[in-house]
């Protein structure tokens, strides 16, 4: 099914946002990344935008880089998708990602997943985004796929099937 | 980047973990030349090939006169071969992540020692973690925490083979920002260790 969609790649720090029924807009390898889906509709259209957040505070330095960072992201996306002629009352959001991936270790190395996920949660509900599911924590890597298209969300760890994250449901977490 | 004294310094530290990881597999294990690079992190994270595909890593984190992260990923293949080399089949999977780690805590520790040891520094090594998962995912979460400029990390990096069965693991040594700015002023024309 794939390769009847032309796969954009959101890559560490990025963010896409498409209204292409042929787009598959991808986050590969989340590991204490999280991707962040919000979407919206252009009259009837499906829009949709997915940034790869590597870290959960920017410390006023996001710049030109304002998915990488937790505390930046939900307002860069969010303003994208209204650039994109989506109203701001009709946002939702998904999310995935922000494992603990190195068990054991201490530091930011253990800790830095958590407080991504954490951090995003806060700045959609200050955003009035309602977050309608969300696959977080644990210990694997994850890959977010939006079909763009399909008018859905789906989540896959290593090796395994691709789970349905939106619209039927959350996926853990 | 004046990246040449990099180079020479990053060939003899893998030729010391080349060493030392022959003498614990009992086979002959070799670096290739590595190349050095500072690498926008989205590009970076491909540096093993596919971001999906399965991996074995240990990650090994150093603190003091230098600060940054040691990463060995291997193909699951390859880390299975590695395993075998030192353990009699059916030795169970804890002795096998313990494998792992130790090959990651000798070139670690080899790599450190010897730039420690040309400049005199004080540098210590976290204990190895060792994880399973998709190789993205991997660096993803490893590779932002010592990013040496703005969104990008120095990448010094290389691949190992062996003579006997093929293996396929890939060194990365990410400093951060600091300490890249330290390892710089010391391989300066004029610093305290040129023409060494």
Redesign the interface.
């Given at each position: 099914v794939a390769a009847e969609y032309r796969v954009v790649v959101a890559?560490?720090?990025?963010r896409r946002v498409s209204a292409d029924p042929g787009d598959l807009l991808v986050a590969?390898?989340?590991?204490?990344?999280v991707g962040l889906v919000i979407w919206g509709w252009q009259g009837g259209r499906f829009v949709a935008g997915l940034a790869h957040v590597?870290?959960p505070d920017s410390r006023g330095?996001a710049?030109a880089?304002p998915a990488?960072y937790a505390d930046t992201a939900v307002a860069d996306l969010a303003a994208a998708l209204r650039r994109a002629g989506c109203r701001p009352d009709g946002l939702q959001a998904v999310m995935a990602g922000g494992?603990a991936?190195?068990?054991?270790?201490?530091?930011?190395?253990g800790e830095?997943?958590a407080a991504n996920a954490a951090r995003l949660r806060a700045e959609l509900e200050r955003a009035g985004i309602p977050l309608r599911a969300a696959a977080v924590g644990g210990?694997?890597?994850?890959?977010l796929r939006v079909w763009v298209g399909g008018q859905r969300i789906t989540v896959s760890a290593?090796?395994g099937a691709e789970v349905a994250l939106w619209p039927t449901g959350a996926a853990g977490g | 980047l004046p990246d040449l004294d990099l180079v020479a310094l990053a060939a003899h530290a893998l030729g010391d973990v080349s060493d030392r990881l022959s003498a614990l597999l009992g086979r002959s294990l070799r670096a290739g030349p590595p190349s050095v690079a500072l690498v926008p992190?989205?590009?970076a994270?491909?540096a093993f090939g596919?971001?999906?595909a399965?991996a074995v890593a240990v990650?090994v984190?150093f603190t003091g006169d230098l600060v940054g992260q040691i990463l060995l990923l291997w193909t699951e293949a390859s880390a299975g071969r590695l395993v075998r080399w030192c353990l009699p089949p059916g030795a169970g999977a804890a002795l096998e992540e313990s494998v792992v780690a130790e090959v990651g805590n000798v070139a670690g520790s080899a790599f450190v020692s010897s730039v420690a040891d040309r400049f005199a520094w004080g540098i210590q090594l976290?204990p190895p973690?060792v994880?399973a998962?998709?190789?993205?995912?991997?660096?993803?979460?490893?590779?932002?925490?010592a990013e040496a400029a703005?969104?990008s990390v120095l990448l010094v990096r290389t691949e190992f083979s062996a003579a006997e069965e093929q293996v396929r693991g890939l060194f990365l040594l990410a400093p951060d920002g600091p300490s890249l700015a330290r390892l710089l002023a010391r391989l300066a024309p004029g610093g305290p260790v040129r023409g060494r």
């Open positions: 890559g560490l720090g990025e590969y390898g989340l590991g204490s990344c590597v870290m330095q710049g880089e990488k494992a991936m190195f068990r054991g270790a201490s530091g930011a190395l830095i997943g210990e694997r890597g994850r890959t290593v090796g | 992190l989205a590009e994270v491909r596919s971001e999906e399965p990650v984190s976290a973690v994880v998962d998709m190789a993205g995912a991997v660096l993803g979460s490893v590779l932002p925490l703005p969104g």
